[in-house]
């Protein structure tokens, strides 16, 4: 196998996912029968996650555990590896869960399977990617999608959605350009390990943070511009007109995939970029505040939405703040091996937290579109209507707040005992204290569900693919709550790359 062929292989699954994309908009035109369209997409992820299959089993025979590919800006380990199974899953349930819904937009069936896809590919290819400059292209690539679906609905809030989309993801990619640019200056290098080793010979000043004000500049903004991409306080400011306007499936897609992947382009950069340990105690204190406040801020703000978008826009916002936690106790562990719990809790509640949103959006989807509402209250008598959507959805919202047997409760012990045992119990503490405070708005939805009295009689009867995408998140919330030793493993195997 030559380099060049080697190189293709390694990017196989951002390649085929792309691929994908392109035959559904063929497909589009050439056939009548709209499903088709979808079946296609379905049908096609099988190849990305194969190829991610394969690289998996490929990196166990190697002598490396990372795999460095194009001029060493793309790498494939297990840490790249795990993000790309957890975004394909995702990508595949979004788009099981759209068959029906966009049964409204049958023009435009094939352009909404292909932009999930576009997305999802940079989504994978952000995971993979070591240097600045691929980096950003990745985001673009990520985000210029999901602007366009975000407006698919191509009404007034629909409109409106997307264009506050594109507008502040044009702001927080300059801010994040600039953070780039004077890191670039600083170390003449755009490679994030050629950055951490050019900060290792810069004489740094303790009595300044980062040692240095460009550095502290750099970071900040760095931290800015990708606090937008995950939606934490105080750069969350999009996320509830975004989500309430956007197609819910794109709204679920957006809430999950995008955050997999946000999280997983952070881990890299400060972990690999920032990791030396003078200054992973300053980044940590600042991920610690964000913690705090988007976690706290998110709840307060979900208990007052009355449209079920919105509450979980918001309590996207909180999940961001808990997913936080993590990465403060991971910047505490730089230099600790890989049995270290912060690093793996964080892509252990990730995994949860994807799961969890999946069969609550899911279950949404299929609520809404029988009752033509968002509203909260509309709700009412859900329970007598579909008791199995009254119980999925229950389930879903005992997971985010983190109630046993659900996959959620498990997580947030793993995260909370991860920070206690790093010295950060009064964070781990005000982690408990908002799950219980979060209790309040999610269990307000099946208070009306159960309790009061439905609009009509008539039996809620989603779709058989619909139904399917939300058994399978159901199965996945409730096995892996049962039985998370998978979950773990697989996260310590993939954490395992990123600490060597």
Not at 5 to 33: E, F, G, K, Q, T
Not at 467 to 489: D, E, H, K, M, W
């Amino acid at each position: 196998m030559t380099i060049e062929l080697h190189d293709l292989y390694l990017l196989s699954p951002v390649i085929s996912m792309a691929s994908l994309a392109v035959l559904v908009i063929v497909v589009d035109l050439m056939n009548r029968d709209k499903l088709i369209v979808s079946l296609v997409g379905l049908i096609g992820l099988l190849v990305p996650i194969s190829f991610s299959i394969s690289l998996w089993i490929y990196s166990n025979g190697s002598n490396s555990q990372t795999i460095p590919s194009i001029y060493s800006t793309y790498v494939v380990d297990k840490f790249s590896l795990y993000f790309a199974f957890l975004i394909i899953t995702s990508t595949f349930l979004v788009l099981l869960s759209s068959t029906n819904y966009i049964d409204n937009m049958p023009k435009f069936r094939g352009e909404y399977n292909a932009l999930i896809l576009f997305s999802a590919s940079g989504m994978i290819l952000l995971s993979s990617t070591v240097e600045l400059i691929t980096i950003y292209v990745s985001l673009e690539l990520t985000a210029l999608p999901i602007a366009a679906l975000a407006a698919f609905h191509r009404n007034k809030q629909s409109t409106e959605s997307g264009i506050k989309f594109l507008i502040l993801s044009a702001i927080s990619s300059a801010i994040l350009l600039y953070g780039m640019v004077i890191v670039y200056g600083l170390t003449g290098t755009t490679s994030l390990t050629e950055i951490a080793s050019q900060i290792s010979n810069i004489e740094l000043n303790s009595s300044i943070a980062f040692g240095n004000y460009a550095l502290l500049l750099g970071i900040v903004l760095l931290i800015a511009g990708f606090g937008f991409k995950i939606a934490v306080v105080p750069f969350h400011m999009w996320a509830p007109d975004v989500y309430e306007g956007s197609p819910t499936p794109v709204t679920a897609f957006l809430s999950v995939a995008s955050k997999a992947a946000g999280f997983a382009v952070i881990l890299r950069i400060f972990y690999i970029g920032f990791g030396i340990e003078s200054l992973s105690a300053d980044w940590s204190q600042i991920f610690v505040i964000l913690s705090v406040l988007s976690m706290t801020i998110g709840n307060l703000v979900a208990i007052r939405q009355d449209n079920i978008k919105r509450m979980l826009a918001y309590s996207t916002v909180a999940h961001a703040g808990y997913l936080l936690v993590g990465l403060a106790v991971v910047s505490t562990n730089v230099t600790e091996t890989t049995n270290t719990p912060g690093p793996t809790a964080l892509l252990v509640y990730l995994s949860g937290y994807v799961f969890t949103n999946l069969l609550v959006f899911s279950t949404v989807i299929a609520i809404s579109t029988d009752i033509k509402s968002y509203s909260i209250v509309s709700y009412g008598g859900v329970a007598r209507r579909s008791p199995f959507l009254a119980a999925t959805l229950f389930f879903g919202m005992i997971s985010l707040i983190g109630i046993p047997p659900a996959v959620g409760f498990i997580t947030k012990l793993y995260l909370f005992g991860a920070a206690v045992g790093n010295g950060l119990t009064w964070l781990a503490v005000a982690g408990v204290l908002n799950s219980v405070l979060s209790a309040y708005y999610y269990l307000r939805v099946v208070k009306f569900m159960y309790l009061s009295k439905p609009s009509n009689e008539e039996p809620i009867k989603p779709s058989l693919l619909l139904r399917l995408s939300i058994a399978v998140s159901f199965t996945s919330v409730l096995c892996f709550g049962i039985y998370p030793t998978p979950l773990i493993n697989l996260a310590k195997t993939a954490i395992s790359t990123l600490l060597t």
